[in-house]
């Protein structure tokens, strides 16, 4: 099901928009997804939903500390995709065509990289991903059509932090992020968890705009 819409939506949408820059694409996706919210509402309502699992509730022991069992689970399977996607990345042909793909689309394709198949793999992963992480969250919280733009808006600070093009970075930038939220929100308040989690990125971000752990560009 996911290759159906990923495929077509890529090839006949966002492809043609590549060759003017990643703004387009960008811009027009985040069309897709208002336009997807609104279609949400329109065929099953904004009413709070819920995916319902028998393990949604359970919770576990480590420590001495009770954690949810969802939490541990999300963690273990992010760390799983984290590590898979990062040897891919750097262990394989297809990574290293995705890599020069990304640095300079011209000379990859000059050395016969199929830049176009590249980006069509990159962004069906990508899908997948987001799948799953979508899964993961409507079992562990309860969710609306709108509310992907929070979990957008953190993804991006997450991505930004731990620095661009580095899948190790962004994990390390989603634990750092995740940590700095939890430890805010126990001195001032859980309605503060985003706030300072976003002025946190805010400081870093000024101090090293390349992330934490990207790499500088040479100018």
Not at 35 to 46: H, K
Not at 85 to 101: C, D, F, K, N, P
Not at 198 to 210: K, T
């Amino acid at each position: 099901m996911l290759v159906v819409i990923v495929l077509p939506l890529h090839r006949g949408l966002l492809e043609p928009l590549m060759a003017k820059g990643p703004e387009p694409a960008l811009l027009t996706t985040f069309a897709l997804s208002v336009i997807a919210q609104n279609l949400y509402i329109l065929f099953w309502s904004g009413d709070t939903q819920t995916l319902q699992a028998s393990y949604a509730t359970a919770s576990l022991t480590i420590g001495g500390l009770r954690v949810p069992a969802m939490y541990v689970i999300s963690f273990a399977i992010a760390l799983v995709l984290c590590g898979a996607v990062h040897l891919m990345i750097q262990r394989t042909g297809l990574g290293r065509e995705i890599r020069a793909s990304s640095e300079d689309s011209e000379a990859a394709a000059g050395l016969g990289v199929n830049v176009t198949r590249v980006r069509v793999f990159v962004y069906g992963i990508a899908a997948a991903c987001a799948a799953v992480g979508g899964v993961l969250v409507g079992i562990t919280f309860d969710f609306t059509p709108t509310s992907g733009l929070t979990y957008l808006l953190t993804g991006f600070a997450v991505v930004v932090l731990g620095g661009l093009g580095s899948v190790k970075g962004t994990l390390l930038g989603a634990i750092m992020l995740g940590v700095i939220e939890s430890v805010g929100g126990a001195f001032f308040g859980d309605g503060y968890r985003d706030l300072i989690g976003f002025v946190a990125f805010l400081i870093v971000l000024s101090l090293r705009p390349q992330g934490l752990f990207g790499r500088v560009l040479a100018q």
